[in-house]
């Protein structure tokens, strides 16, 4: 067997299934399928070539490739007006973005920028394709990367997808159809591309935007299936809608909707319940996240995400913060017709995702505070449990639970003193 990247990152655990490897590979031998906790990986079948090193240069998590930052200084620090924050990244711009349209931006994830770019960069013939994820009409694999070249192909798209993907036929496509590209990716995978990009001059030449979205963390698919085995009896999925808009709700208490394969069962569950619980406690999170503190997408040319702020969580309709990282991109995103669009301070921008910074850092170089360091215990404690021994039966999902009744109880004890010392303010402050 020749030493690749089986050996370099999915014997490690290192592996988040992005499908570079498989996508890039030039005598396909590298196979993309789902291993035993719900996360796809390479799995390799003879002929590999003993002194190719393909599979490995391209890996989001090798340690010797180049880092995010390394990558984006390369692309991004010679543009017009270009600004620098270390959690941002490179940046010229930023920007909160809605849809001008009510029922259009109820559509949508957040504000509808996303759906609004790819329908401008087609229409404008920045590019003639787009490569993002659709659903995937089969219970075992939800879905899936596809190309898209119609505009009014671009409906079925919308939407956030907590499940995993993979780019190996998407990329196989790029390297063998010529044409202009833009690509939706999470920051992992927007790395993959960059250095796929390196040693590869057709993905290099053809894919002209990456499109990045900020990311916390990744799931398996047991959580879309736990989700669903609670909320409806049953994880034989037809569609999975993770984003339900619930009028005079705030913003984040956005519902996940289910549709079993029969098609008769329909159930709408609040993130304010299991699903935020499962995803505050790590459950679920495949190990390659530990090692990754890149939450803003460093290498993409401009990066969607959701308005986590005060102001913007009270309207339920949705609002999208976004940083353009090229002027390119940035002229497309101000002339779009279909959205309302200003400029934000990009310290906004970074408040609005800082607790998931903040959570990814602690996570990746410890912290010095002992609650932190108590609860991300009892975290990595679920997070092994959920993806070894988990088996979707009610003793497992009462175990899991029990342990994030732990994490609630710490943070509570963490929070005291603040609380308190809030308390006094309001009381001084009501005294004078």
Known sequence: MSFNIIQTTV???????????DGICPVDVLKMDF??????????????????????????FVEENKDEKELAKNIYENEENIRFHKDLGYFVNTYEVHKKDTAERLKS??????HSLLKNLLEQQFVDTILTVESNNDPDKLFK??????????????GSVYYPTEMSEVLDYVIKNDGKYAITTLPCFAKAIRLAQEKNSKLRKRIKFVIGL???QMKTKRFTHTLAKNAIGTDRLKTVNFRVKQENKSAINF??????????KINKLSNANIPSKLWGSRAFTPNACNSCTDVFAHCADIVLMDAWLPNYMKDYRGHSL????????????ENSLDIDIKEIEYEKVFLSQKPVVDNKNAIFYGSKNIFTQLTNRQKLKIQKLSNENYEKNKSEIDLLFKKIRQIQKIYSLVMLPKRVVLKIFRILKGSR
């Open 11 to 21: 014997l490690k655990d290192q592996c988040i299934g992005c499908g570079t490897c």
């Open 35 to 60: 291993n035993s906790i719900g996360m796809y990986e390479p799995i390799e079948s003879k002929g590999c070539l003993d002194k190719c090193t393909l599979c490995m240069d391209t890996c989001p």
């Open 109 to 114: 994830a957040s504000g509808g920028a996303g």
């Open 145 to 158: 990367f596809s190309h898209f070249k119609e505009i009014k192909e671009l409906g079925k798209i919308r």
């Open 214 to 216: 900020v990311c916390g």
């Open 255 to 264: 519902g996940f909707e289910f549709t079993s394969i029969n098609g008769e």
């Open 322 to 333: 976004v940083i353009a990282r090229t002027n390119e991109i940035s002229k497309i995103l």
